[in-house]
């Protein structure tokens, strides 16, 4: 425990009122907050109410706008009648969501796309310091995101234990190498220039370290997912389970060392077997 969570004892929003009269009885019994305080006694201007994790400052006359209040619920329609949005007495917006959005796969609408480095296409920086490249600009419809990604600098990477809410992930080292740690999968490993892995729907992992001037290219279905941070894991597990189910996939990891070459369909080609299409069903 750090030192600011051994002081800190609680967080609350503070939000305005006019009446508590009026407020009290809505966010408790409409939305089941507890009351926690008020004062002072004879003639309330304060109240402390708290549910979901969440504690809430009722206070007359505070500088603050009201803001939106989100509810995230396993069944919606059970909260306050089925109704979606409610505007409480003191003006808060009131959001009634589903806890679990389902992920959404929108149509593809194909096209040809190059992006080529002397295009000049801008580095953003992204998650975990890492710079990214979009290559694939319109994201086919929002079905598919394709980033090139690079490390500038050798060393430790600042990442945390994290998952993706994901239809389909790979990973391909272009250049450089990687240290990467997955859940149920062993210890770190290094996926170096040519290998490649996929990383099924909402499995556990972390990037550890890098060489100078890594480059990756990431692969995502659908372009938009959300990235969701684990903080009671540890990697590596003391579990190894390589056929591991997520969602339907298994991990995979190539490596281009080990990869058996075969002539393609196409005359004058060849091609290697990843085990991508068996670690996703097709």
């Known amino acids: 425990m750090t030192a600011l969570a051994e002081n800190i004892q609680a967080a609350e929003v503070r939000l305005p009122c006019t009446d508590l009269k009026e407020d009290l009885p809505f966010y408790t019994k409409t939305l089941g907050f507890r009351l926690d305080t008020i004062f002072p006694a004879d003639d309330p201007a304060v109240a402390v109410l708290s549910g979901y994790g969440l504690r809430i400052r009722l206070e007359r006359g505070a500088p603050e706008a009201p803001g939106t209040l989100r509810l995230l619920c396993r069944k919606p329609e059970t909260v306050a009648n089925g109704e979606r949005i409610l505007i409480a007495p003191n003006g808060t917006r009131i959001e009634i969501v589903d806890v679990n959005v389902p992920l959404e796969m929108p149509e593809t609408k194909h096209a040809f796309v190059v992006r080529r480095l002397k295009d000049n296409t801008p580095w953003v920086i992204g998650r975990a310091g890492m710079h990214y490249r979009d290559l694939i600009p319109d994201r086919l419809g929002g079905s598919i995101i394709a980033s090139h990604i690079r490390i500038p600098d050798a060393g430790p990477v600042p990442d945390m234990v994290h998952y993706h809410t ?99 369909r196409l005359e004058g080609f060849e091609f290697r077997e990843t085990g991508i299409g068996k670690a996703t069903a097709g």
């Open 166 to 264: 994901v239809g389909f992930q790979l990973i391909f080292c272009y250049k450089g190498w990687v240290r990467l740690v997955y859940e149920d999968q062993g210890p770190s490993f290094i996926l170096k220039a040519g290998d490649c892995v996929i990383q099924p729907p909402e499995i556990r992992h972390r990037v550890l370290e890098s060489s100078e001037h890594l480059q990756v290219i990431e692969i995502g279905v659908p372009a938009e997912h959300v990235t969701t941070i684990e903080h009671e894991m540890d990697l590596p597990t003391s579990v190894l389970n390589p056929d591991k189910d997520f969602s339907g996939q298994t991990f995979c990891r190539h490596e281009v060392e080990k990869a058996v070459w075969a002539p393609w």
